[in-house]
T-cell receptor, first 116, second 117 residues
Framework: AQSVTQPDIHITVSEGASLELRCNYSYGATPYLFWYVQSPGQGLQLLLKYFSGDTLVQGIKGFEAEFKRSQSSFNLRKPSVHWSDAAEYFC??????????????FGQGTILTVHP | NAGVTQTPKFQVLKTGQSMTLQCAQDMNHNSMYWYRQDPGMGLRLIYYSASEGTTDKGEVPNGYNVSRLNKREFSLRLESAAPSQTSVYFC????????????????FGAGSRLTVL
């Protein structure tokens, strides 16, 4: 069975500081990995995805993530955080093929607070 | 959340009452999903539908039923609500494809917040 762990429940950073959110996954085959962001009272918005190829993927809003198979990790990074980045972030893993693409296993989420 | 509409946005029920959450999409995608979100647990899959007329159980289907009568709509029904079903429910649609930023990803609705007293 697949699983995702986000070790940090809550992270606080200052505006302009760099950010790294951790994600570790467990999956028997090649994983499809995603990062979603959720603002309060909103649905989830896709930040980026990894299916294959280059292990460093770029997403929207200046985010990037690096897939490291040897560490079973897919950490999300941003060089300089803006106050509008305050939200909850979810890492998710899925499988290939048909409806499996949408049958995601999500991590517990990391709440990001940004201090001015 | 453009393209995926959920109703109602908020609902309060008493234990034992029934209700249906509605989800409609205008994206013309085949696959639709219902997830629930609980604090500290992320999102968990309740049911999904690969196409009109087909449905399958996800990770946490107990206490729920679903209906996919047409391509646009996928409803989630609670026959006898329980406090454990207090949650935020998200409908999502999956765009199949071989490439592009939007291929093989889920697009989520804005959510329906349900409280069962």
């Amino acid at each position: 069975a697949q699983s995702v762990t986000q070790p940090d429940i809550h992270i606080t950073v200052s505006e302009g500081a760099s950010l790294e959110l951790r994600c570790n996954y467990s999956y028997g085959a090649t994983p499809y990995l995603f990062w979603y962001v959720q603002s309060p009272g909103q649905g989830l918005q896709l930040l980026l995805k990894y299916f294959s190829g280059d292990t460093l993927v770029q997403g929207i809003k200046g985010f990037e993530a690096e897939f490291k198979r040897s560490q079973s990790s897919f950490n999300l990074r941003k060089p300089s955080v803006h106050w509008s980045d305050a939200a909850e972030y979810f890492c998710a893993v899925g499988a290939m093929g048909g409806t499996s693409y949408g049958k995601l296993t999500f991590g517990q989420g990391t709440i990001l607070t940004v201090h001015p | 959340n453009a393209g995926v509409t959920q109703t109602p946005k908020f609902q309060v029920l008493k234990t034992g009452q029934s209700m249906t959450l509605q989800c409609a999409q205008d994206m013309n995608h085949n696959s639709m999903y219902w997830y629930r979100q609980d604090p500290g647990m992320g999102l968990r899959l309740i049911y999904y539908s690969a196409s009109e007329g087909t449905t399958d159980k996800g990770e946490v289907p107990n206490g729920y039923n679903v209906s996919r009568l047409n391509k646009r709509e996928f409803s989630l029904r609670l026959e006898s609500a329980a406090p454990s079903q207090t949650s935020v429910y998200f409908c999502a649609v999956h765009r199949a494809g071989t490439g592009g930023a939007g291929a093989n990803v889920l697009t989520f609705g804005a959510g329906s917040r349900l409280t069962v007293l």
